[in-house]
């Protein structure tokens, strides 16, 4: 899509890692949590509006990064959400949740404690997309607009 261009709240909220086949890849800028955010390369702002086969990858993306996250990082549960009262841009948070992380049960949105990725660990995570995920992971194509 040529006219895509990332919300301005998740541009500077997040770190953009990179691409996967359908979808800008995004970390909240939180080491806090595992806290990653796909956000779908359209102008529609609800999955059930995405075209049945962009759905389908959709759900690709998600299973992807979901099994990511659960392998490679100290957790008990996968929280995935798209709510988009704030940020109408289509985007689904993927959340690894565990009951030592600082706001648990709560939900983590609207929480204000942070702590900001060091540039070491930002290069290991991508390091790790890029050998876990492969192909599907794209760091030379971002889009932001």
Known sequence: MNNFKLDSRLDNDCITLGKLNNSLLLLMNNALLPW???????SESEIIDLPLNEQHQLHDEINLLGSFVKNNFKISKL???AIGNVVKQLHIHIVGRDPSDYCWPNV????????PYSELRINEIISSLTKQIGSA????TIIKG
Not at 36 to 41: H, K, S
């Open 137 to 140: 992971f794209n760091t030379k």
């Open 108 to 115: 983590v949105w609207g929480t204000t404690e942070r702590e």
């Open 79 to 81: 929280n995935i959400a």
């Open 36 to 42: 990653f955010i796909l956000v779908p390369i359209t």
